[in-house]
């Protein structure tokens, strides 16, 4: 006797989101409120101001399941590097266009 194979894939497209791999010892600094970079491959050039949730990621740009990128969280323990980080942000995303 065969067994049910899956035909179908639904993909919930209410909310994107983000998922960011942090150290441990990273993501007990995280705080709500912390701002955001994000640059992804799929829009050279750009670097994206956001929340992890994306509330504030324009309609008009597409982010399909698996687009890869690079992120910093800014909060207050890390200051000293904060400007380091959106610099190798931004190097990252110029580098996309190649």
Known sequence: MRSAA??????????QYLIVSLSQNTVRHVEPGNSV?????LYPGTALAVR????????????PIGARGA????SERGKPLRIS???TIRM??????F
Do not use: C, H, K
């Not at 990252?92 to 266009?97: A, C, F, S």
């Open 6 to 15: 899956p035909v179908m894939t639904f993909v919930d497209t209410s909310e």
């Open 37 to 41: 970079e994000v640059a992804l491959g």
């Open 52 to 63: 992890v949730t994306l509330d504030d990621f324009s309609a008009d740009m597409e982010l």
């Open 71 to 74: 992120a910093a969280i800014f």
């Open 85 to 87: 980080r959106q610099v």
């Open 92 to 97: 990252y995303t110029w580098l996309n266009y």
